[in-house]
């Protein structure tokens, strides 16, 4: 089998983001959805723990990663489900006596009567956002658009970026302000968001300390940025290994744990303030029916069987509690950079 990448050659090389650690041969891991075929492999920092898949590929190798529908399935029929939601939750919410709803915690009733309705029922969305008054976000990587089509209902400032052409064309269908292409082509004005959203897209960033520092300078000073990725130090990947759907190789280059995500945090002028373990079933059981079966097909079948459902379950609840989800979110608030980390001009 061919095996795209020698991690024999990382031996000398250093951390991209703590600088201290040397990276180290980790794991060897294939295409799981068999868009590119071959093995891949990944090194890890001895001291920060960060993984990241080596050598580190280009811009242009990255675009070849994906294939051309990588987006496009079920983007419309996700817009009209996003759709019907929220007008059942307005409905609600100008029927029922205004409070705030928050003895019923982050159940489904409680996220669709607050304003929690895109991360329902795993994140506290309206807790992040409380105190804000300019209520503008962006999405970095905002896919074909339903997570920013829900802000805007409910009354925020949407803008987005997307790389992907069919992805954005979607999102711009949608009437919403989606710039196609990179963050740092976008040319967006500085401290001018309140909120920044990378949703499962930190993991698919060739250069995380330079897109982090780009968020740094377009979040206002008390910008709040929620990233959500999988988890390479969660229970998923311990049980799975090379099975482990969140491992997503060669699109994910760099795969975090809480851990690295922090290191990753304090070198851009960042700080974490909570994380959530949400887990996720689906990662769960596409791993599981991958272990099962090598076959599509089969994949397909196990993956709706209710053993295997309620397996899923089961281990999300685990990783839940055990606080060692395949997949976690993060609420970082923004700092002042560092002398260190160089930034030209005043910190805003
Ligand atoms: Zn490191």
Redesign the pocket.
């Known amino acids: 089998m061919k095996r795209h990448y020698d991690a024999a050659s990382s031996p000398g090389s250093?951390?991209p983001?703590?600088?201290?650690?040397r990276l180290r041969p980790f794991f060897w891991g294939r295409d799981l959805t068999g868009t590119v075929p071959g093995e891949f492999s990944l090194v890890r920092?001895?001291?920060?723990?960060?993984s990241l898949l080596w050598p580190i590929p280009d811009k242009r190798q990255v675009f070849s990663f994906y294939p051309d529908d990588y987006y496009q399935f079920g983007a419309k029929q996700r817009a009209k489900i996003i759709r019907r939601a929220m007008r059942v939750s307005h409905s609600w919410r100008s029927i029922l006596p205004k409070r705030n709803y928050s003895f019923l915690g982050h159940t489904r009733l409680g996220c669709l009567l607050k304003v929690d309705l895109p991360y329902s029922p795993v994140f506290p969305f309206s807790e992040i956002v409380e105190g804000i008054d300019n209520r503008r976000i962006l999405d970095i990587g905002c896919g074909t658009g339903e997570f920013l089509l829900a802000m805007k209902n409910m009354g925020w400032e949407t803008w987005g970026v997307e790389p992907n052409l069919v992805a954005a064309t979607v999102a711009k269908s949608l009437g919403l302000r989606v710039f196609h292409g990179e963050l740092n082509e976008a040319s967006l004005p500085a401290g001018y968001f309140q909120v920044i959203r990378l949703h499962h897209v930190l993991e698919h960033i060739y250069n995380p300390v330079e897109t982090m520092r780009e968020i740094h300078r377009l979040l206002s000073k008390e910008g709040r940025l929620i990233v959500t990725v999988p988890n390479i130090g969660g229970m998923g990947f311990k049980i799975f290994g090379r099975f482990w759907w969140g491992l997503d190789l060669p699109r994910h280059i760099f795969h975090y744990s809480p851990g690295?995500l922090s290191?990753l945090a304090e070198e851009t002028g960042f700080r974490i303030v909570r994380i959530f373990h949400h887990g996720s079933k689906s990662i769960l059981v596409r791993s599981l029916s991958l272990a099962i079966s090598r076959k599509k097909s089969w994949q397909r079948i196990v993956r709706r069987l209710p053993p295997v459902q309620l397996v899923g379950n089961i281990l999300q609840w685990l990783g839940k509690i055990s606080r060692r989800s395949e997949e976690f979110t993060a609420f970082l608030r923004r700092l002042p950079l560092p002398e260190t980390v160089g930034q030209s001009g005043s910190d805003r």
């Open positions: 250093f951390c983001v703590c600088h201290r650690g920092c001895e001291i920060c723990s960060l690295s290191t």
